[in-house]
């Protein structure tokens, strides 16, 4: 079920704004079919999330398709043009270099960068909301990014994590969790992964891949004798779509107004100084 400021949301005209098939019509779907309620403040609110859902999808399948490499933290590499690396092995946002800009060099120089799989689901998160909010917004929020784990995340990003959930969605970050991991490759503990909507997951290192194909890959970085299978946890981390979707509509209002105030102004001026041809 679907609520909008407290009405139920019931009118086709929504559904039918998305192709079938879509990323956007299933999550709509999933949502008036569940016995969850998922409420919004606003039409706006939904839409924003639906958008940023398919956005991170496409981020995803975007640093898949790159050259950016699966690197441990001691060996995790990055463009010192714009990022410097710490001692921990995460990726510090230079000064005086443009957030906007950093995030995109990943995905256009990625040969330059090698990371674990949490680093890479927080860079998709980035790419994802730079492909929407407009640039300005994008460095004005963003201004001192630090690559590495959740620990770091920026606290604008409204990074969550829901156990236990009626259901989850498209374009979620869900967890592989590897018990019986080899203590010499503490890195395949588990997997961070892309839900991509279609049954398959991206998780940085392993590639694209059913459930069954990355619990597979798990399970061969396990130690001996081992007798305890990875799994899916039933967890799912996620920004915080409405904070977000406010903070956009707000920044627009804001420019919307300054743009009224300067036309005013410019067409005030205009009639205290006339020009006589």
């Not at 946002?93 to 927080?122: F, H, W």
């Amino acid at each position: 079920m679907i609520k909008i400021a407290g009405e139920i949301i019931v009118d086709d005209n929504i559904i039918n704004k998305y192709p079938q098939g879509s990323i956007e019509r299933k999550i709509i779907n999933k949502m008036l079919s569940s016995s969850a309620t998922y409420r919004y403040d606003s039409l706006y609110q939904l839409e924003f999330e639906l958008n940023l859902r398919k956005n991170i999808i496409n981020a995803a399948i975007e640093l898949h398709k790159s050259k950016f490499s699966f690197e441990t933290f001691r060996e995790s590499r990055c463009n010192t043009d714009y990022w410097t690396r710490t001692n921990e092995g995460g990726f510090q946002l230079k000064q005086g270099v443009l957030p906007s800009d950093a995030i995109r060099d990943i995905y256009i120089n990625s040969s330059k960068y090698g990371t674990e799989c949490a680093t890479a689901m927080v860079i998709v998160f980035y790419k994802a909301l730079l492909n929407i909010f407009p640039q300005k917004l994008f460095n004005t929020m963003f201004a001192n990014i630090h690559l590495m784990n959740w620990a770091y995340i920026d606290r604008d990003l409204g990074i969550g994590l829901y156990r236990n959930e009626a259901d989850y969605f498209p374009g979620d970050c869900r967890y592989f969790k590897n018990p019986d991991v080899n203590p010499k490759t503490p890195e395949w503990q588990g997997e961070n992964v892309i839900d991509l909507g279609n049954s398959t997951y991206y998780g940085h290192g392993i590639g694209i891949g059913t459930a069954d194909e990355i619990i597979n890959a798990l399970n061969k970085n396990r130690k001996a004798r081992a007798t305890e299978s990875a799994y899916l946890l039933n967890s799912a981390t996620r920004p915080n779509f409405k904070y977000l979707a406010d903070r956009y509509q707000k920044f627009i209002s804001t420019l919307q107004r300054e743009d009224y105030r300067m036309a005013w102004k410019y067409y005030r001026n205009r009639d205290m100084n006339p020009v006589y041809l």
